[in-house]
């Protein structure tokens, strides 16, 4: 059975001009992503990534606007459904108090995810893994001044 699965994410950009990733592991795969996750029934999308990012980061974050919506095919690389991601700018109401990494999947005895900077200038399409991400970096590195 096919089915939509909708994602929404959130690009929070520091005082640096860095942007988050969050890289994860899901059983043996691991990949790296923007913060965000999938959309509860009857939930909405803000509603959705606030929650997302308050489950992720512990931290709240202002909806800011709409950056992209997938315009193409994209199958899950976990199961039969068909992606639809959509991307916001945020910013953070309070503080990050998350231990961040530089290097990335460098993951401690029992963790499955953590969060890493990117400085914008150095952001490149290999710092994500889907490709849906990978488009988002291609068009921020087009659209924002760095």
Not at 80 to 88: A, E, V
Request: glycine letters at 6%; a negative charge; one cysteine or more.
């Amino acid at each position: 059975m096919s089915y939509f699965n909708v994602r929404v994410y959130g690009l929070l950009i520091n005082e640096q001009n860095e942007i988050l990733i969050s890289d994860e592991q899901q059983e043996d795969r691991r990949f790296s992503k923007f913060p965000g996750g999938g959309l509860e029934l009857g939930e909405g999308l803000i509603d959705a990534l606030k929650r997302e990012f308050m489950e992720e980061c512990a931290v709240e974050v202002e909806v800011l606007n709409h950056f992209y919506t997938t315009d193409f095919y994209e199958k899950s690389s976990f199961n039969d459904s068909q992606i639809l991601s959509i991307y916001y700018f945020v910013k953070a109401a309070g503080r990050l108090d998350l231990e961040f990494k530089s290097k990335p999947f460098d993951f401690q005895e029992g963790t499955v995810q953590r969060f890493r900077w990117v400085k914008l200038a150095e952001l490149n399409e290999e710092d994500v893994t889907f490709k849906t991400d990978k488009t988002v970096v291609r068009l921020l590195l087009e659209q924002v001044a760095i």
